[in-house]
C-alpha cells in the first residue's frame, strides 16, 4: 500500500476529453518506442533464449499489425455492393488460388476471406489450364520452358512456404505436379464418361509411381521433401475426384 502511495502520479491536463484522440496516437508511439528499447537489448543479449524470446515478440506483432492492416481493408470493400467491386485481375486470382494451396482452405474459407463467393473459386478451378491473353487465371511471368516453371515454382515458393524454397527441392514438386495435374484432368475425364468414382487402386498405384519416379531421378534424398509434400497435397488434389 505504501509503494503505491509514493508512486507518481500524472496529473490530468484541463479539457483533456478533447485530445483524446491525439493523445490514443501517441500512447501507440510510446509504446513502439519502449517494445523498441526493449528488443535492442534483448536481440544483443548473450543468452540465446532472451534472443529467440524477442524474435517471437517481434512475428507476434508484425502478425498483429498485418491482421489489423486487413481488417481495415475489408471493411472498407465490404461496403462496397458485391456487384459493383472491382474484380480481381487474372494473376491476382492465380496468386489466390496459390495461397489457398498453401494454406489448405476449403472453397468457402477462400470465397470468405477475399470476399467472392464459392461459385467464383470454383469457376477459377475449373479454368485454372485455360491458355491465352483472354484466360481467366494467369501467373505473373509466361512460362514455355521447363527452367522457367522451375524459376516461377521458387520465387512462389519462397513467398508461401520457405522452408522449401530451393531450387533442388522445387524442381522435384513441378515434375510431381506435372504428373498429379494429368492425373486430374484422366480422373475428371472418367468420371464424366463413366458416371461412377475413380478406382482406389488406380489412384493408389499413381501416387506409388510418382514416389518411386522421385527417388530415382533423386537419389540423395531429394524425394524425402517431395513424399511428405505429397502425401499431404495429394488427398486435395484428389479427393474431390472420389
Not at 500512447?27 to 544483443?44: D, H, M, Q
Not at 517471437?56 to 506483432?61: A, G, I, P, S, T
Not at 498483429?64 to 487474372?90: D, F, G, V
Not at 469457376?123 to 522457367?148: C, H, T, Y
Amino acid at each position: 500500500m505504501s509503494k503505491r502511495k509514493n508512486r507518481p502520479e500524472i496529473p490530468l491536463p484541463r479539457g483533456w476529453p478533447g485530445r483524446v484522440k491525439s493523445a490514443m496516437l501517441h500512447i501507440i508511439s510510446l509504446a513502439k518506442f519502449a517494445l523498441a528499447y526493449t528488443r535492442g537489448w534483448a536481440v544483443n543479449s548473450p543468452v540465446a533464449r532472451v534472443r529467440l524470446k524477442a524474435d517471437n515478440e517481434r512475428l507476434r506483432q508484425q502478425i498483429a499489425l498485418l491482421t489489423e492492416e486487413i481488417r481495415i481493408k475489408n471493411a472498407r470493400i465490404k461496403r462496397i455492393p458485391a456487384l459493383n467491386r472491382p474484380h480481381y485481375m487474372p494473376t491476382e486470382r492465380m496468386a489466390i488460388l496459390e495461397l489457398r494451396a498453401a494454406r489448405a482452405w476449403s472453397t468457402q474459407q477462400t470465397a470468405d476471406v477475399f470476399l467472392v463467393t464459392a461459385a467464383t473459386i470454383s469457376s477459377w478451378m475449373k479454368r485454372l489450364d485455360e491458355q491465352g491473353a483472354d484466360a481467366l487465371v494467369q501467373i505473373r511471368e509466361p512460362v514455355n520452358k521447363f527452367p522457367d516453371f522451375v524459376r516461377y515454382a521458387v520465387q512462389r515458393l519462397k513467398a508461401l512456404c520457405p522452408s522449401l524454397g530451393k531450387a533442388k527441392i522445387a524442381e522435384i514438386l513441378c515434375r510431381a505436379s506435372l504428373h498429379l495435374g494429368a492425373t486430374r484432368r484422366t480422373a475428371r475425364r472418367h468420371l464424366s464418361t463413366q458416371g461412377r468414382r475413380m478406382p482406389m487402386r488406380q489412384m493408389n498405384a499413381r501416387r506409388l509411381s510418382l514416389y518411386r519416379h522421385a527417388e530415382d531421378a533423386h537419389p540423395s534424398g531429394g524425394a524425402i521433401e517431395f513424399r511428405c509434400f505429397a502425401q499431404r497435397r495429394f488427398r486435395d488434389y484428389l479427393g474431390g475426384l472420389r
